[in-house]
């Protein structure tokens, strides 16, 4: 009991269990791998069919997140998320997900204050910050681009 | 300080009753519980109005096998995790009973039982009832993520328990024979862990600095006890706090368990270190414990009730998350 | 074809195993992660880097979100392309309004149709319990 603060915190980590780290790993590249590979197939699939190579990809996005919305709703991507790990994070299904969860989770706090500031809980700093980089990028890209560089 | 606390006049505890959710049904101790509903629910519209709902049974339960009606009771002492206390408030107003509202986190049911006891031993009180709960998806909603929210849990963390428990304290009248005989009230401990997934390790350190002042101040020894019960340490926080007291001199037995780690099916239910949440050692006690004693298995036991003192906003702020743990002995007369 | 779809699997995989890593060394939070990821993303995109990985993975760098950051810095360049410096403001959510408004809109819908279910509890394990 006479640990100070610093070496009960050492201890502490010491102790704790550590997150099996290779498991996690292996099973978030296999799970993250297969969204992307899947992506992949889309994205040749809607180009055979004549979509744009452009608005192909974008496409694939806009699939991905409705899969992951479904999922989020039925109750299916949290329990696949617990194995994935950022397997289903890092994809843009992840991201749905962010978006969506809190929305349902919310919907009993009403339309605006509940559903309406909740969607954006986790995913607005993604895009707050997502923003700010691009604008930070333009200015660097535009004076680069007045320099003739 | 005063030290430990004597109840001479041994308010005894009437009646108890446990209620749970479907985690809780499948765990370790699913037959121990009065009432367990598998969608978490309990007919509500919102998990906030299940966790009142539970607590508006758990006591009704309980008056009902004591056979008191609400006019009996002289106050009820209650909290749960949610913010302001609703979970108490919204599930015991239709009691219309005095009413004290806790808040000890984890610890609430240790902290409502021995106010309940110190109010029935001094006479203010006939009879005192000491309620709590948590609800899973009320908690995980407030302290951590959204439900349907992918993330993977830590190894060291836990699960908030969707359950409740009930007590109805009186001055000894036989009824189940079982009496809070002694109560030591817990300090803050901050032992500066930040880690929110880890709250097991935040607790230890309180839990050890309650049961060794205990040990030292009683004269009584760890052996003396069928079962010493911390309230939700979980196997980390635990297993910490094993070794935080054999660091002091104090060896515990095999009688040293927890709420958290006894709750659980920790080999199939896949919830790392256990339960957590102030309905995890109020149900457990209130349920498993008191059925125990019932059969007449245990005499003597400790309760000591964890709490982790901490809320969202202070999370964010990067505040260290300190423990507070109550201790309260059941003795069987 | 098969080719593409195993690269898109190989850098896919390894940018959600890198978060992985992460996530189980530092604690970081997944929200973080993925702030950390688009912010990434257009640092990438910046350098140059990032574009030449979509060539060769296509979806595998798309799908992640750091493909959301190079799509936003990929918006920005052209809008300042074309409009000059009025592109700044008006490029890096125009590159991303198909992925944010299915997002918002999707997102909005299945939460007027969908209840809150609690933690690892599935449609399919509800309608088990109604038996």
């Known amino acids: 009991m006479n640990l100070t603060n610093e070496e009960y915190g050492k201890y502490v980590k010491r102790h704790a269990l550590p ?51 479904v999922m989020t709703g039925l109750g299916l991507y949290d329990s696949v998320a617990r194995h994935a790990g950022a397997g289903t994070l890092v994809p843009i299904t992840g991201f749905a997900n962010a978006v969506v969860s809190p929305a349902i989770d919310n919907k009993a706090e009403g339309l605006v204050l509940g559903i309406g500031v909740k969607l954006f809980s986790v995913a607005g700093p993604v895009i707050l910050f997502g923003t700010l980089s691009s604008v930070v990028y333009g200015i660097y890209y535009y004076v680069m681009k007045l320099m003739g560089v | 300080m005063a030290g430990v606390i004597k109840f001479g006049n041994k308010p005894e505890i009437l009646a108890s009753s446990a209620v749970g ?199 009584m020894h760890p052996d003396d006890f069928d079962l010493i019960l911390t309230g939700d340490l979980g196997q980390e926080g635990h297993s910490i706090c094993r070794e935080l007291l054999l660091s002091q001199g104090l060896r515990m037995g095999e009688n040293f368990s927890d709420c958290g780690i006894l709750l659980y099916d920790s080999e199939v239910q896949d919830l790392h270190c256990g339960g957590s949440g102030c309905g ?23 309760l000591i009730g964890t709490g982790a003192l901490m809320s969202p906003s202070s999370v964010l702020q990067g505040l260290a998350v300190s423990g507070i743990a109550h201790l309260v002995r059941f003795s069987k007369i | 074809m098969i080719i593409g779809i195993l690269k898109a699997f190989a850098v896919g995989g390894l940018l959600c195993a890198v978060a992985q890593v992460i996530i189980d060394k ?84 299945s939460a007027l149709v969908f209840p809150s279910r609690p933690k690892f509890k599935n449609f399919i394990s509800e309608s088990k319990k109604t038996k």
């Not at chain 2, 032992?191 to 002042?213: F, L, V």
């Not at chain 2, 457990?284 to 005499?299: H, L, N, P, Q, S």
């Not at chain 3, 760098?61 to 592109?87: C, E, H, R």
């Open chain 1, 19 to 69: 997150s099996p780290v290779v498991k996690d790993t292996v099973k978030a590249f296999v799970i993250g791998g297969t969204i992307c590979a899947f992506g992949q197939a889309l994205q040749y699939l809607y180009v055979a069919v004549g979509m744009d190579k452009e608005i192909a990809p974008v496409m694939v996005s806009v699939t991905l997140i409705l899969i992951s919305v």
């Open chain 2, 280 to 302: 995890c050692s109020a149900s457990v006690t209130a349920g498993y414990v008191m059925k125990k004693f019932a059969e007449g298995k245990i005499k003597n036991i400790l």
């Open chain 3, 26 to 109: 530092t604690k970081l939070t997944p929200a973080r992660i993925l702030v950390s990821y688009v912010c990434a993303g257009v640092f990438l995109t910046a350098l140059g880097l990032y574009r030449p990985l979509v060539e060769f993975a296509g979806a595998g760098a798309t799908v992640p979100l750091t493909g959301f950051g190079y799509s936003l810095a990929k918006g920005t360049a052209k809008a300042i392309d074309q409009y000059g410096a009025f592109g700044i403001i008006s490029g890096g959510l125009a590159g991303t309004a198909a992925g944010i408004t299915a997002a918002v809109v999707l997102g909005f819908t």
């Open chain 2, 21 to 219: 959710g479907d985690t809780e049904a499948k765990g370790n101790l699913g037959k121990y519980f009065d009432m367990t509903d598998p969608t978490d629910r309990f007919g509500k519209k919102t998990f906030e109005q299940a966790e009142s709902e539970m607590q508006r049974l758990a006591l009704n339960f309980a008056l009902k096998k004591s056979g008191l009606t609400p006019d009996d009771l002289d106050a009820v002492f209650a909290g749960d995790l949610m913010n302001q206390c609703t979970g108490s408030s919204y599930g015991l107003a239709e009691f219309g009973v005095p009413f004290f509202g806790l808040y000890g986190a984890c610890s609430t049911a240790a902290e409502g039982l021995m106010l309940a006891a110190m109010t029935v031993n001094c006479g203010y009180f006939e009879r005192a009832a000491s309620v709590s709960s948590s609800h899973n998806s009320a908690a995980e909603r407030q302290f951590r993520f959204p439900l349907g929210y992918g993330c993977q849990r830590p190894p060291t963390s836990q699960w908030t328990a969707t359950a409740s428990g009930a007590f109805i304290l009186g001055l000894c009248s036989g009824e189940t024979g079982v009496v809070l005989s002694e109560a030591l009230p817990g300090k803050i401990v901050d032992k500066g862990i930040t880690d929110q997934s880890n709250m097991g390790a935040a607790m230890a350190p309180a839990a050890a600095s309650t049961i060794h002042r205990y040990f030292s101040e009683s004269g």
